[in-house]
């Protein structure tokens, strides 16, 4: 059987299961999978499910956003953005409507922070000097 283009996912996963010392079958049984299974995802022989990788990530007490991007199921701007709008909304020393407006302000700074991204890039690609300063002409 050739093994599918999922990345370094199945290292990754025999890595963080052996550093938090789990056997295979530990772990396939914390995250509801079948040993064989587990083996063949740890392999590169399956591309197992975002549900499935969410299992396991539960079970070893990792980001299931990391696999998603291991997987190729997310990519690393995706994970970041979701990765703090959970920080956000699981801090338990604000209030829901805090949270709220905290991921409103995020994502305006987000939107303006591509804008301003793009700017630049259509800037550099007319050859244009636009940000530079130019001496006042007497």
Aim: net charge negative.
């Amino acid at each position: 059987m050739a093994s599918l283009n999922v990345g370094n996912l199945g290292e990754y996963l025999r890595e963080q299961r052996r550093s938090a010392q789990l056997s295979l079958r530990q772990l396939a049984d914390a995250a509801g999978v079948s040993n064989p299974y587990l083996s063949q995802i740890e392999r590169g022989l399956r591309k197992p499910s975002a549900e499935v990788l969410q299992q396991v990530a539960k079970a070893l007490r990792i980001s299931a956003e990391t696999l998603y991007v291991r997987a190729g199921i997310l990519d690393e701007k995706e994970r970041d953005e979701l990765e703090t709008r959970a920080v956000i909304l699981a801090d338990p020393s604000i209030n829901e409507r805090q949270k709220q407006v905290l991921l409103q302000i995020y994502e305006s700074f987000r939107k303006e922070n591509d804008f301003e991204t793009l700017s630049h890039a259509d800037a550099d690609d007319d050859g244009s000097d636009a940000g530079t300063e130019q001496a006042p002409t007497s």
